[in-house]
């Protein structure tokens, strides 16, 4: 049987090649229609949703336990290990093959099992048991660090020798298409004396990807590359929203805090890391050389396209601010991984791990407003004229990332946020 990543496999259901959802691709999300309101686990193809729990009840799919594609989370299923996850997607494969005859000549499992996607509602596809936000763009830290340290003091001493992150707030992490309310905290302009509290004036995002945790480790134990990639399920696109005011008063001396704690989006479908894998690389050259429990012998980048929009409040068209890529992050995802448990942290099913802010050598290639604007002192000005510094009430932020192979596209879909007033 050829493997799921062949570039020469075709489904039978017509898949555009500019599509996110090639039969290559098969990421898996949590949906619900208004005929069946539970939410249950299924796989983007094309324009289609496949009901993974329709299959599993059919006998179509055996991972295990019955139920485990009727949870409302991937949380169950991933918990099942690598080996089933490669199992079921070869298997899923299979049954979408224009030359397997099993779901394709059976008409009445197709009504059942492929939902088209107008019809659906995305959920956030998996139960966040941590998440922990990272730093790791040389590009991104040093353009930081430049506007607020100078030249010569961009990077901190310790930035190229470990992955630099902090805890973030699981409990709000949401899916696409959740609305953002403006946060509020203490403000302390360079002009004040003290601080005052009231909304955040100076809302920003962040492009990032985010990994999913699919394996656990336990406490006080250490990791190596191979356990570490073999935790990795899948990556989602994230954008961590930011309230820059906030987090520059309230930052010293632990860091973020209430600034990064309000909300963070992910796109609804998780791309599995084995359909990544004809696109892995070499990340950027890492000098000095990482200690070596952060060394890897393998690549651990991925060459994956990465593209934000924003649809000012008060306009119809969307207009491109920032295009780069996953491949000039600094410390891979591994390393991340490797360096969360080094110090003898558990990790759990569920964990979600944000990569840190994605910019690249250009200056189109900028992660966030912060940059993109260089705090204000160079509005981006969209294509109808309207300028920003920094996000406004009604604005509508959208980040699409994908691989692009021969002749189709690994996609993520997109992550999309719109900016409420504060209260």
């Not at 020469?8 to 290559?24: A, K, M």
């Not at 936000?133 to 190229?160: C, I």
Request: overall charge negative; hydrophobic content about 40%.
């Amino acid at each position: 049987m050829p493997h799921a990543n062949d570039p020469s496999l075709r489904s039978f259901i017509d898949v555009d090649p500019s599509s996110d959802f090639p039969i290559q691709n098969l990421p898996y999300g949590v949906f619900s229609t208004a005929a069946y309101p539970a939410p249950r686990v299924g796989v983007a193809i094309g324009d289609f949703v496949l009901d993974l729990w329709e299959l599993e009840q059919d006998s179509r799919l055996d991972v295990g336990p019955l139920g485990v594609f009727s949870a409302r989370s991937l949380n169950p299923f991933m918990a099942l290990g690598p080996k089933v996850w490669a199992r079921t997607r070869a298997r899923i494969s299979e049954l979408l093959r224009h030359d397997h005859p099993e779901l394709r000549d059976n008409e009445e499992l197709r009504k059942q099992a492929l939902v088209p996607m107008r019809d659906v509602r995305l959920h956030l596809p998996f139960v966040v048991s941590g998440y922990t936000d990272f730093y790791s763009s040389r590009e991104h830290a040093t353009n930081v660090g430049v506007m607020f340290r100078g030249k010569d003091n961009a990077l901190q001493p310790n930035w190229l020798y470990m992955p630099i992150g902090y805890n973030g707030r699981a409990s709000t992490v949401v899916v696409s298409g959740t609305r953002i309310k403006r946060p509020r905290g203490q403000l302390k302009p360079p002009t004040a004396e003290v601080p005052s509290f009231a909304a955040c004036k100076r809302l920003d995002f962040e492009l990032e990807m985010g990994v999913v945790l699919g394996q656990p480790s336990p406490m006080g134990g250490m990791l190596s590359e191979q356990q570490a990639e073999e935790m990795i399920f899948g990556f989602v696109l994230l954008n961590d929203w930011s309230a820059r005011d906030i987090q520059q008063w309230e930052y010293v001396p632990l860091g973020p805090f209430l600034a990064k704690a309000f909300a963070t989006s992910i796109s609804p479908w998780v791309v599995t890391r084995e359909a990544l894998e004809p696109f892995r690389l070499q990340g950027p050259e890492q000098s000095p050389a990482p200690l070596d429990y952060l060394k890897q012998g393998r690549p651990q980048n991925y060459d994956i396209e990465l593209d934000v929009s924003l649809r000012a409040a008060g306009t119809n068209a969307a207009a491109s601010i920032s295009r780069t890529n996953f491949k000039y992050m600094y410390w891979s995802s591994v390393q991340q991984l490797m360096h969360h448990a080094s110090g003898g942290c558990a990790m759990n099913v569920g964990d979600l791990l944000g990569s840190g802010t994605i910019s690249g050598p250009e200056r189109t290639q900028r992660g966030s407003l912060l940059e993109i604007s260089w705090n204000g002192a160079e509005p981006v000005e969209l294509p109808d004229g309207t300028k920003r510094s920094f996000l406004e009430d009604g604005d509508s932020l959208v980040m699409r990332g994908w691989c692009q192979g021969d002749g189709y596209r690994v996609g993520f879909g997109e992550v999309e946020g719109t900016i409420l007033p504060a209260d």
